[in-house]
C-alpha cells in the first residue's frame, strides 16, 4: 500500500463528522491494505508509531525539503526508515537521524508530508481514535465488534488483532487470551460530579478509593519473572526495581494486578508528580541511584495462579487482592452507601494530598480496555481567570481556525502576564469560531487573509493583545522549567470566556503560587 492512500483517507476521516463514515472509509483503507501493512496503518490511523518513539520532535521539523511531485512512497518504505531512525544511535546520530528524516521528506508529496509531520509530533487528531478503528477493523473483516474488542483488550494491540482478524476471522480471534507477560489495554473510568452522583450511578452502593497522584502501572509475574507496564503499555521494568520487589515478596506464583506506584514523603503525603514521573523518562532509574524510592500500592487483580479474573465481579477480585498483598501495599479502601460516610472518605483522601477518589461498582467485571461504566473517578476542580497571550492555528477538523491559547497569569509587580501552559481541550465548535474572530481581532501585525491555512505544523502561533480572559479549569500545579513561573497547569480545558472581566481583573501569579505551594 502506497503512503497515499493513508494520508488521504486521514484527511477524509478528519474532515468527516458522522462516526459511521469515519468507519466506513477506514474500513474500505483496511480492506485494499495487505495483512503485512494492516498493522502499521492501524496503528498510524490511531495516532500512534508502532516503534511508540523515534527522536523525532517539532524541532526535528522545523525546516524539511520540498515535497515531491508524485507519489512513491509504500506504507512498508516508511515503516523501515521510522525503524532505522530510531536505531540510530551513539555518535552522530543526531545528525544521521537528520538526514534519514530529509530522505524521507523529501520523497513525499504535500498531503504525505503533513500527514507525517502529524504523526511525527502526536498531532494526528482526525477522530480515529481506537474505538472507531476496532469498529472498522470488524466491519472489514465482517467479524462481530464484541469479538475484535475482546481480542484487542486480551492482546494489548488492536494492529495484531486486525491483521488476525484478516487473516482468520473470527476464529483466529479466539487465539487473543490473557497472558502473563502481556501486557492489556488497563481499564479507564468516566467522571461524576460527586458522591451523590457517583452512587446513584452504581445502583446505591459503591467501594470508594484512594486515588493516588502517582504513576499508574500493569504488574506482571511468572514465578520469580516480573514485568512492569505503564498505562501506554511501555515495559518499565528496569526503572521500577521497587515494584519488581515488592511483587516478588507476595506468596503467588503468577499474577496479573492493576497498581500505582508513587513517591512519598517520610510522613507519607505524597511528593510532587513530577518526582514519580523522573522515573519514567527515557534515562529513569537506569542512569545512577534513585533520589526518592517508590511505593507500590495494588488496587486490582486481574490474573492469579492460572486463573483469570478479568469476569468476576469487583467485590471477588478485591477479596482475591486482600488475601495475597499486605494491607500497607493497597489503596484506602470503603465500601458503603452512606453519601456522608462517603463524603467523609473524599475529604481525608484529599486532606491526605491525594489527587480524588474512586468509585467503583463491587458487581462490576474488569472492562480492560474501555472507559467502562463501573468505575467513576471524583476530583475537585481547581480555576483561574487567565488571560490569552499567543493562540495557535489548528490541525485536522480545526484547520483553518484558531485553537490552542497560551494562558498567562497577570503580574501585578511588572504589569506583564506570566505564562503557565497551553490548551485547546474544551472548546466547542461553536466557541472555535468565536475564538478565531476574536483573536485575529486582538492579533499583533497578524494578516488573517495570508495566514489562514498556516497550522501548529508550520510553527506559526499569533501572538494577540492581552485582553481577553478565559475561565480554565486543570486538576492541579506542577513544576516546569519550560514556563518562567516555574510553574505549569496540569490538564487545563476551557469553561467558558470571560467577557464580564478586564485583564486587570485575572487572577495573579501570586494566587498561582499560593495555590502550588497548598499543595505541598
Known sequence: MLLVDVADASREVAATSARSAKIGRLADLLRSAGPEDVPTVVSWLSGVLTQRQIGVGW?????????????????????????????????????????????????????????????????????????????????????????????????????????????????????????????????????????????????????????????????????????????????????????????????????????????????????????????????????????????????????????????????????RLEAVTPDTQRVDRLLTSDAAAAQAFVERTLAAGHEGVMAKSPEAPYEAGRRGAGWLKIKPVHTLDLVVLAVEWGSGRRTGKLSNIHLGARDPETGGFVMLGKTFKGMTDEMLAWQTQRFLELADGAAPGATAGRTPADGYVVTVRPEQVVEIAFDGLQTSTRYPGGMALRFARVLRYRDDKTAAEADTIDTVRELYTSAD
Not at 513530577?274 to 537506569?286: K, M
Request: proline content about 5%; aromatic content about 4%; charged content about 25%.
Open 59 to 319: 524541532a526535528s521539523l522545523r525546516a524539511v525539503p520540498a515535497p515531491a511531485t508524485q507519489p512513491t512512497l509504500a506504507v512498508a518504505d516508511v515503516e523501515r526508515r521510522f525503524d532505522e531512525i530510531k536505531a540510530t544511535t551513539g555518535t552522530g546520530s543526531q545528525a544521521r537521524r537528520a538526514e534519514l528524516l530529509a530522505e524521507l521528506f523529501s520523497a513525499a508529496t504535500d498531503g504525505e508530508q503533513t500527514f507525517l509531520r502529524r504523526l511525527l509530533t502526536g498531532e494526528l487528531r482526525q477522530g480515529a481514535l481506537l474505538g472507531v478503528m476496532a469498529d472498522a477493523v470488524a466491519k472489514a473483516t465482517e467479524v462481530p465488534v464484541a469479538a475484535v474488542r475482546r481480542a484487542a483488550m486480551l492482546g494489548g494491540e488492536l494492529p495484531a488483532v486486525a491483521r488476525a482478524a484478516l487473516r482468520g476471522g473470527e476464529a483466529a480471534l479466539a487465539e487473543f487470551t490473557l497472558r502473563v507477560g502481556t501486557p492489556v489495554g488497563p481499564m479507564l473510568a468516566q467522571t461524576a460530579t460527586g458522591v451523590g452522583d457517583a452512587l446513584d450511578r452504581l445502583g446505591g452502593t459503591a467501594m470508594f478509593e484512594a486515588k493516588l497522584d502517582g504513576a499508574r502501572v500493569q504488574i506482571h509475574r511468572r514465578g520469580d519473572e516480573v514485568s512492569v507496564y505503564t498505562r501506554s503499555l511501555d515495559d518499565v521494568t528496569a526503572r521500577l526495581p521497587e515494584v519488581v520487589d515488592a511483587t516478588l515478596a507476595l506468596p503467588v506464583t503468577d499474577l496479573i494486578a492493576d497498581a500505582e506506584t508513587i513517591a512519598l514523603r517520610p510522613d507519607g503525603r505524597p511528593h510532587r508528580f513530577q518526582i514519580t514521573a523522573s522515573r519514567f523518562g527515557r534515562r529513569g532509574a537506569t542512569t545512577g541511584p534513585a533520589t526518592h524510592t517508590l511505593s507500590v500500592f495494588f488496587f486490582d487483580l486481574l490474573h492469579l495462579d492460572g486463573d483469570d479474573l478479568l469476569d468476576l465481579p469487583a467485590h471477588e477480585r478485591i477479596a
